[in-house]
């Protein structure tokens, strides 16, 4: 059996191998087709179908207690909001970058005080409780932060990941 090999001559900073940022790549022909129906339909109106979805969880949303469940919105809201994110700069839709613009902006909007991104209100933060799932929802709304900076270059979005 042949022994591989790797090819260690190529630079990292190479464009062969170097990092491709989020709406570099426009789709075409069929991707773009389904993009479009996707952004306009389940993909894209799943925060109206469902309410864990919908909750504007990490905007004026957020849970007052550290019940066991709690970090499902968080998560789901999360997972949905990075999808959305993505799928808007990769299609350069403008109605789905500006809906997904104004998303990250109530986000920016409810943080601007103590820097904190997540689920849970300042109160029940304050009183010592239980917050199950928080690092992990942290994690998803962080992605869709991190994509919108990638993709539009907004200094406010990384600053504001990197205090969170």
């Known amino acids: 059996m042949p022994q591989k090999t790797t090819d260690h001559s190529r630079s990292k900073g190479d464009s062969a191998w170097g990092f491709i940022p989020v709406g570099s790549i426009s789709a075409r022909g069929w991707w773009a087709e389904q993009l479009q129906t996707d952004l306009f339909g389940f993909a894209g109106r799943l925060d109206e179908l469902c309410s864990e979805v919908g909750s504007n969880v990490f905007a004026s949303g957020r849970v007052v207690g550290g019940h066991r469940r ?95």
Not at 104 to 126: F, M, N, P, Q, S
Not at 146 to 153: D, F, N, R, S, V
Request: a negative charge.
């Open 70 to 164: 709690h970090w499902w919105n968080g998560e789901s809201e999360g997972k949905w909001i990075d999808g959305l994110t993505r799928m808007a700069h990769v299609s350069h839709n403008p109605v789905a970058r500006a809906r997904v613009a104004a998303y990250v902006e109530r986000v920016l909007e409810i943080g601007e005080c103590d820097g904190y991104v997540g689920i849970y209100t300042d109160k029940w933060r304050a009183s010592g409780g239980p917050r199950a799932g928080e690092p992990w929802t942290q994690s998803m709304i962080l992605n869709t932060l991190l994509t919108h900076y990638e993709a539009t270059g907004d200094d406010r979005v990384l600053a504001f990941a990197k205090t969170a």
